[in-house]
């Protein structure tokens, strides 16, 4: 029986374990003092669910979904039951391996997000605290272009790669065949970033030179950006990348948890006095209130002008 309520993308957490420990990390906490493991029957139960949503995108994310072994056996049933597209969002690093990736193709992979976050093998290595990991991840691109994988990069900005920005968008474009989109996120104040968040958050406008740079340099050689945690007065002249102007439709499953990541998005939001007097007021979400904690709401300076309403909302498409 199909639930009334449709999803289009349903996001399924499969651990709370990695094979990193990237400094920023917004569920390093969780990685850290929870630790959590779904069973196979856990997860075939939410790949089902899914299903009865009537979601055509499924994802499998954690933690890191690569270092389990049963990764397969669920992309297998995913793709049993018809799911159009079965994604990964992993770190890369198993990726290196080419034999690893026809396995997920064969299983019923086609596409994977991968998060590498500077331009270089030492910052790389640095952020993520594993050494190799950069060129593991490079290996890992290289193997999605030679089978012809689909393909997104995500990349968290911080206080150590935020002025690298532009030579880390000429970078991903070296890796453009079959790349979709190329994700910008500014950090979230969450798990390790929140715990240091001095030493990992650079204020927004102060990154917001490089950021859009970056993306500049992305559009002209034919890529597609995307910012995510970043909003119209940091950014006015990028507001079509932005993804905290429109309403997102899907659901997330952990270990212990289910949410529609929509109406639960406002909940960690704040707007600050002066931003009704903004035009994308209505649309806007605000920045987390542990970033203004910190950071005040000097910066947010209003776009005046005539409420921008969703109808208007034109986003870059996905």
């Known amino acids: 029986m199909v639930e009334e309520e449709r999803h289009s993308k349903v996001e399924i957490l499969m651990n709370w374990q990695c094979n990193q420990r990237c400094i920023f990390c917004s569920v390093g906490h969780k990685l850290v003092s929870d630790g959590s493991v779904k069973s196979w029957e856990e997860i075939k139960k939410d790949i089902e669910y899914a299903k009865r ?4 995108i499924i994802s499998f994310s954690g933690g890191e979904p690569t270092i ?9 049933y995913a793709k049993k039951l018809g799911f159009e597209v079965i994604e990964i969002q992993t770190n890369g690093r198993m990726l290196k391996y080419r034999s690893y990736v026809e396995k997920l193709v064969e299983a019923g992979v086609n596409r994977v997000l991968v998060s590498i976050h500077a331009p270089n093998a030492e910052l ?3 952020l993520t605290q594993v050494k190799g990991s950069f060129e593991e991840k490079v290996q890992g691109l290289k193997n999605l272009e030679d089978l012809n994988v689909e393909k997104r990069t ?15 968008a000429r970078f991903l474009l070296r890796f453009r065949k079959n790349t ?5 996120n500014f950090a979230i104040p969450d798990g390790f970033a929140r715990q240091n968040f001095k030493e990992m958050v650079p204020r927004m406008s ?7 740079e970056a993306c500049n340099i992305l559009l002209k050689g034919g890529g597609k950006p995307f910012l995510h945690n970043l909003y119209p007065c940091i950014l006015p002249e990028h507001v079509s990348l932005m993804s905290e102007l429109t309403k997102t439709d899907t659901i997330l499953i952990g270990p ?12 960690y939001r704040n707007k600050g006095p002066e931003c009704k007097k903004c035009r994308y007021y209505l649309v806007c979400v605000g920045p987390f209130k542990e970033y203004t904690k910190f950071m005040g709401f000097k910066e947010f300076k209003p776009i005046e002008g005539r409420y921008i309403t969703e109808e208007e909302i034109r986003l870059q498409e996905y």
């Open 124 to 126: 790389e290595d640095f």
């Open 256 to 267: 212990k948890f289910r949410m529609d990541i929509q109406t639960n998005r406002h909940k």
């Open 206 to 212: 102060e990154a917001a030179p490089y950021i859009s």
């Open 53 to 56: 949503r009537n979601a055509n």
């Open 180 to 184: 979709k989109s190329y994700h910008l």
């Open 68 to 76: 389990r072994k049963d990764l397969f056996r669920a992309i297998a």
């Open 154 to 168: 995500s990349t968290v900005i911080n206080r150590y790669n935020y002025k690298l920005l532009p030579e880390m």
